[in-house]
């Protein structure tokens, strides 16, 4: 059974870094989109972007300036960092694995998600 | 970014009880969209993609229907697991974007 867990900071201070890590067991990384999704109860579930096991990347456009989703298949683990956050990017952030169907990914097993809260 | 709207935004309903939730995107996506199931503290669980392909695993009372822009989730026989919140997600273009969530709770 595939198990993806989140790790890092819990507390953010505006206008730094979020950094994330998704460790991902039980299963290989190839032909799978490694997604970071991330909810609150302001702006709903939003896509953040993902990185397929190649490396290659896609964003969304609300996050392009500020994201960079990265892996390291080695370790069975990829990454998410968010920079210059502000309030607004407190969230619960899962980590997702994304499976092609057809148009694009459906995301069939996720982390428990971790709470990232930005505040000085 | 294509826009999906869930209605109602939550209900209530009774164990045995046959409910429908409804998606709607502002842009014809094919039959690309998928259903979650979400409890609170946890992760969503996927339940249908390709808007009526059932998940391995996710039980037969559960159904997806639809086409372009107008999708259903309709849970045939309501059980005490399924009260939960549900999510619809459009996968026909990126970025994928979600519903706002219809919660179904206990009358």
């Known amino acids: 059974q595939v198990q993806l867990q989140e790790s890092g900071p819990g507390l953010v201070k505006p206008s730094e870094t979020l950094s994330l890590t998704c460790t991902v067991s039980?299963?290989?990384?190839?032909?799978?989109?490694w997604s970071w999704i991330r909810q609150s109860p302001g702006t709903g579930v939003d896509w953040i972007g993902y990185?397929?096991?190649?490396?290659?990347?896609t964003y969304n456009p609300s996050f392009r300036s500020r994201v960079s989703v990265s892996v390291d298949t080695s370790k069975s683990q990829f990454f998410l960092k968010l920079s210059a956050v502000t309030a607004a990017d407190t969230a619960v952030y899962f980590c997702?694995?994304?499976?092609?169907?057809?148009?694009?990914?459906?995301?069939?097993?996720w982390g428990q998600g971790t709470l990232v809260t930005v505040s000085s | 970014a294509i826009q999906m709207t869930q209605s109602p935004s939550s209900f209530s309903a009774s164990t045995g009880d046959r409910v429908a939730i409804t998606c709607r995107a502002t842009?014809?996506?094919?039959?690309?969209l998928a259903w979650y199931q979400q409890k609170p503290g946890k992760a969503p669980k996927l339940l249908i993609y390709?808007?009526?392909i059932l998940q391995s695993g996710v039980p037969s009372r559960f159904n997806g229907s639809g086409s372009g822009t107008d999708f259903t989730l309709t849970i045939s026989c309501l059980q005490s697991e399924d009260f939960a919140t549900y999510y619809c997600q459009q996968y026909y273009t990126y970025p994928p974007t979600f519903g706002g969530g219809t919660n179904v709770d206990f009358k």
């Open positions: 997702a694995r994304g499976r092609h169907h057809d148009s694009g990914p459906v995301y069939d097993f």
């Open positions: 390709g808007a009526s």
């Open positions: 842009q014809a996506i094919s039959s690309y």
């Open positions: 039980g299963g290989s990384m190839s032909s799978f989109y």
């Open positions: 990185v397929f096991y190649t490396g290659s990347t």
